[in-house]
């Protein structure tokens, strides 16, 4: 049962990366889905989530309008598109699943998380 993130890299700033969530040893169905990332010295923070029992999609207010959340079913995958990036977006990017999410103060946070993965490094810098 495994999660890997992947897609990261240096980008300048009002780029675009696309991350991917790969899923193996179990399927995504039933699970909702939510990226966090966590940049050098700060805590961790939700930054979308997917169901993938209704396909609602829910973002925090720092990268609302500018990343997508989507589900590849064919390829058990959960992708991030990030346009107009920031050099305040510069972090480590994971992936967990759990059973619902919800945005609290801004933020996706995820309740009774099952799994999680390792993070991709995304720099924003010219």
């Known amino acids: 049962v495994q999660l890997q993130a992947s897609g990261g890299g240096l980008v300048q700033p009002g780029g675009s990366l696309r991350l991917s969530c790969a899923a193996s040893?179990?399927?995504?169905?039933?699970?909702?889905i939510v990226w966090f990332r966590q940049a050098p010295g700060k805590e961790r923070t939700g930054v979308s989530c997917?169901?993938?029992?209704?396909?609602?999609?829910y973002y925090g207010d720092s990268v609302k309008g500018r990343f997508t959340i989507s589900r590849d079913n064919a390829k058990n995958t959960v992708n991030l598109q990030m346009n107009r990036l920031k050099t305040e977006d510069t972090a480590v990017y994971s992936c967990?699943?759990?059973?619902?999410?919800?945005?609290?103060?801004?933020?996706?946070?995820?309740?009774?998380?099952?799994?999680w993965g390792q993070g991709t490094l995304v720099t924003v810098s010219s």
């Open positions: 040893g179990f399927n995504l169905d039933n699970y909702v």
């Open positions: 967990a699943v759990g059973s619902r999410c919800a945005i609290q103060h801004g933020a996706a946070r995820l309740y009774e998380a099952d799994h």
């Open positions: 997917l169901s993938t029992t209704d396909f609602n999609t």
